[in-house]
């Protein structure tokens, strides 16, 4: 299957600091990846879909200042938690949809201190 | 009613069972249809991806999907312990649509 990469996979920040996560597709170009959100024993939480050089849809309830999306070419997506408090402690999972379906990246561990 | 029904689980069962995993939806839209693993603290990873109504195998996985009744499964053959996982089951509308998800199934294999 298709390769999604993200990076960090682990961070650790002080409150009230960014984080910028970044979402690769590695073998395929992807015009439109998603940032999901997924709390201990829960299902995947839709945040945003990303489009290749547009902006970002938010999904209801999704703070798009805060949760800040950049799709800049066909195969990166970032996005940036800004001024992070401990609430946003979460996993952080990408995807990018290929022809047939989607991919998932790594995750990404995100804790606030 | 959530458009996707899954039972949590756990579902446990000896190695070298069958193991058969369902999801059942509202929405008559839904046309893909896939199966993801998730291992604890990774991503999901795709196992089978269906389009519309029908069967399909790839090694010991078989996904089967039943739009009349609204009705997906995934079935393990031969599992092993290394099949212990949650197990998303996912739909879309459309190409390039968001998926609905189902909420999981915890499957453990005990050797």
């Known amino acids: 299957g298709a390769v999604v990469s993200q990076h960090p996979s682990w961070v650790i920040c002080k409150s009230g600091t960014s984080v910028k996560i970044e979402c690769r597709s590695l073998?395929?170009?992807?015009?439109?990846m998603f940032w999901y959100r997924q709390f201990p024993k829960q299902s995947l939480m839709l945040m945003a879909t990303?489009?290749?050089?547009?902006?970002?849809?938010?999904e209801q309830g999704v703070e798009k200042d805060k949760f800040l999306i950049n799709h800049a070419s066909l195969t990166l997506s970032t996005l940036t938690v800004t001024s992070a408090h401990p609430e946003d402690s979460s996993f952080y999972i990408c995807?990018?949809?290929?022809?047939?379906?989607?991919?998932f990246g790594p995750g990404t561990r995100l804790l606030v201190l | 009613q959530k458009e996707v029904e899954q039972d949590p689980g756990p579902l446990s069962v000896p190695e070298g069972a069958i193991v058969s995993l369902n999801c059942t939806y509202s929405n008559s839209a839904f046309q893909y249809f896939m199966w993801y693993r998730q291992y604890s603290r990774k991503g999901p990873e795709l196992l089978m991806y269906t389009y519309s109504s029908g069967n399909k195998e790839d090694g010991r996985f078989t996904a089967q999907v039943d739009k009349s009744s609204k009705y997906i499964s995934l079935f393990i053959r031969d599992s092993q312990p290394s099949d212990s996982a949650t197990y998303l089951c996912a739909m879309s509308g459309g190409y390039g649509n968001k998926l609905v998800f189902g909420a999981g199934t915890i499957l453990r294999v005990k050797s």
């Open positions: 990303s489009n290749e050089g547009s902006k970002a849809t938010y």
């Open positions: 995807s990018a949809r290929s022809p047939e379906t989607q991919y």
């Open positions: 073998d395929f170009q992807a015009t439109t």
